[in-house]
């Protein structure tokens, strides 16, 4: 038998049918879905006259567009047209028997962080969702990816998706983490590596002994932006760190079936001698904290850096790029990381918003106050529950005493649908996933960076590095 | 969906590398709850001086006459040229919705993002991917031939410049059938009913958990 990659079983394991043209039907495990690419897939469905395939497959909350501010009701939304979307998703999921953690159920939240903490999402599963960082899942060891509202309407209507098989790519990551160095500055070096288009037709599988040391927070914090580094998929195999979090998690087998499971799912490794198209090694011992100076993540440098010269980059298609990222950001080549002033501080997002994240953040603001330069520094929890936890740990408290805004959960400032957003030239430490231009408000400056590093940011008016504090 | 055979038309030139779906389309668009009325908003950024919102006139707003698609030699374009990693970021189809909605068929670029370029056939839109000396050439002859049109040949899988020089391109198989017949994927894949049902019942018996979730409901 061939040695196959974890993709590879995953692959295996879905397959419903193969076509003569090398298209082929995969089975969709979870259905993941949101406000916003929702609406048009619904209308499909009844234009058709089409009822969902398995209902009980989906997993339906509110995200994008929910305030962060306390809210009873939809009236309390003041943005129509975000009123719009979180009604028109309460009325679908009704009327076609979906489940829809909606306004004031604990465990509404981002996408991506409820639904691992449901245990919606385990191991060996296929899972999807019309967003783009669904890529998250690949850390319980899924083949888990984004779609558009067309794929959207089709899993609903026969929980298959037409797909093609993608390349394997393996991303290795071997030796110790330094102090200071997160989840999020491994994924941000590897893309500063590979490039935004660097995983491009390909899914990544995170490994090496400095990805097993990641918790399960950590882990989606890297699968959540493979999609940066333009693989659509990220995975990491399962051990015991994977099986632990899923123990006791509301739709997590139990009994006999978790220990059939557990069997199972201990399976769900790459093969020594699987074959992958592409490989990356990484020392983990280069990897500092890193902060994203450009509007592609993969402009991203150590924060001990000092901003790239473009007249230097040989590449005239990524000359330009520099050029017009510079003009936007405000910035001049040369500068060092660390004298760029930060007027907002947003923690949140689904790339950091879990527990563990709000806790490194809280344990560098402690017995701290924000800088008054500092116009805003935001902390928004990933779910429900993510705040609850944090509220039982006092964490809420200390970002309060320190001037920092505790808010109630949903996407935020990572893409500015709600009213948190960056006003025009404002420079943002931002724990989100993406620093396009205009992404977290029309002319708002993104820096993307760990917890700790925006935390800091936060405190001392402009970047500095956490492992000197 | 439309079908999609040949095209001809003309072509305006996007000289960007990396264009993002928040360029493409932001995201205080994507509150809409339909499929159409995207395209006056497309590249909203960067078409327009002022910060686009949903419902407003945009026949009023102060255009970019920097930006390209504002030149009146591009007016009526259906082809894009533009550079590599075309479409990255989100999955929002709203992306090549807002590109259909304001005419473009067609987009030539060195390569795409995967969700962007799966979203774009779904849409009867084709994109296309050319060696990148190839979009150079293109870039340079579309700057220099003001009414620079291209002819698209889906099933001869060919691109011909005015000159009449042909240049092929890849498309799955697949894709090119439903795009050339207009063909609704979920129709097709529930031809394939029986196997579906075949498939969860072999799958239900190795992993009945993945099935056991109806408690909640």
């Not at chain 2, 509150?31 to 078409?47: A, H, V």
């Not at chain 2, 009913?193 to 019942?201: H, L, M």
Request: glycine share 8%; proline share 5%.
């Amino acid at each position: 038998m061939t040695a196959k990659t974890l993709y590879d079983k995953l692959w295996e394991s879905h397959l419903v049918t193969e076509r003569d043209d090398g298209s082929a039907l995969i089975y969709i495990d979870r259905h993941i879905i949101h406000e916003v690419t929702s609406p048009q897939a619904f209308e499909g469905l009844r234009l058709a006259g089409r009822a969902p395939w398995r209902r009980e497959m989906n997993f339906a909350t509110i995200d994008h567009n929910v305030p962060t501010t306390p809210f009873k009701s939809a009236a309390d939304i003041e943005d129509e047209t975000s009123r719009i979307q979180v009604v028109t998703l309460q009325d679908n999921t009704k009327e076609f028997g979906i489940r829809n953690y909606g306004i004031g159920d604990t465990r509404q939240g981002i996408v991506h962080v409820m639904a691992p903490e449901q245990g919606a999402v385990l191991p060996g599963m296929t899972v999807v969702c019309g967003d783009s960082h669904t890529s998250t899942n690949g850390a319980f060891a899924c083949l888990a990816h984004g779609i558009g509202t067309s794929e959207v309407e089709h899993v609903l209507a026969t929980q298959c998706l037409v797909a093609k098989k993608m390349k394997n790519m393996l991303v290795r990551v071997d030796g110790e983490l330094g102090l200071g160095v997160t989840a999020k500055d491994v994924v941000l070096h590897i893309i500063g590596v590979i490039g935004t288009a660097g995983g491009t037709g390909h899914a990544i599988e995170f490994a090496g002994s400095a990805i097993r040391s990641l918790s399960m927070e950590g882990r989606m914090t890297v699968c959540n932006m493979a999609i940066e580094a333009g693989a659509r998929a990220g995975m990491i195999a399962v051990d015991d760190k994977t099986i632990d979090y899923c123990k006791g998690r509301p739709f997590a087998p139990t009994g006999d079936a978790w220990e059939k499971a557990v069997a199972y799912w201990r399976t769900l490794v790459s093969d020594e001698d699987a074959h992958f198209d592409t490989v990356v090694e990484i020392r983990a011992e280069d990897i500092k904290p890193q902060v994203s100076w450009g509007t592609s993540p993969e402009m991203v440098l150590p924060v001990d850096a000092t901003l790239p010269i473009p007249e230097e980059e040989a590449d005239g298609v990524k000359r330009s790029s520099m050029e017009r990222a510079y003009e936007y950001m405000g910035l001049t080549p040369g500068m060092k990381i660390t004298d760029i002033k930060v007027d907002r501080v947003f923690i949140g997002s689904c790339t950091n918003s879990r527990i563990e994240d709000l806790r490194a953040a809280a344990d560098v603001v402690k017995g701290k106050t924000k800088a008054a330069s500092v116009k805003q520094a935001m902390v928004v929890p990933g779910s429900g529950l993510v705040k609850r936890q944090a509220e039982e740990e006092g964490l809420d408290k200390i970002f309060l005493a320190a001037g920092f805004e505790w808010r109630e959960p949903g996407c935020s400032m990572c893409l500015a649908m709600n009213p948190d957003r960056l006003e025009p030239g404002e420079h943002c430490a931002s724990t989100s996933n993406r620093n396009f231009e205009g992404r977290q408000g029309n002319g708002g400056r993104t820096h993307l960076v760990s917890p700790a590093m925006a935390a800091a940011a936060g405190i001392a008016g402009h970047f500095v590095d956490v492992r000197e504090l | 969906m439309e079908k999609f055979v040949q095209l001809k038309g003309l072509v305006a030139p996007l000289d960007r590398a990396n264009v993002d779906t928040d360029q493409i389309i932001p995201k205080q668009f994507l509150k809409s709850i339909k499929r159409t009325g995207f395209g006056p908003n497309l590249f909203d950024e960067w078409r327009y001086l002022d910060e686009g919102y949903p419902g407003q006139d945009n026949s009023k707003r102060p255009l970019n006459t920097e930006f390209v698609l504002n030149q009146e030699r591009y007016q009526g374009a259906s082809i894009l040229l533009t550079r590599r990693n075309f479409g990255c970021g989100s999955s929002r189809e709203h992306a090549p919705w807002a590109l259909l909605d304001y005419g473009f068929k067609v987009i030539l670029a060195p390569s795409f993002a995967d969700i962007f370029f799966n979203n774009c056939f779904k849409n009867g839109m084709l994109p296309i991917v050319l060696p990148e000396e190839e979009i150079q050439t293109l870039f340079e002859q579309v700057e220099s031939n003001p009414g620079y049109e291209l002819e698209v040949d889906l099933p001869a899988q060919t691109v011909t410049r005015p000159d009449g020089t042909k240049l092929s391109f890849e498309v799955d198989a697949f894709r090119k059938h439903c795009l050339i017949n207009g063909l609704d994927d979920i129709g097709l894949t529930l031809e394939d009913t029986e196997a579906i049902k075949a498939y969860e019942e072999k799958r239900q018996a190795l992993e009945p958990w993945v099935f056991d979730v109806r408690g909640d409901l």
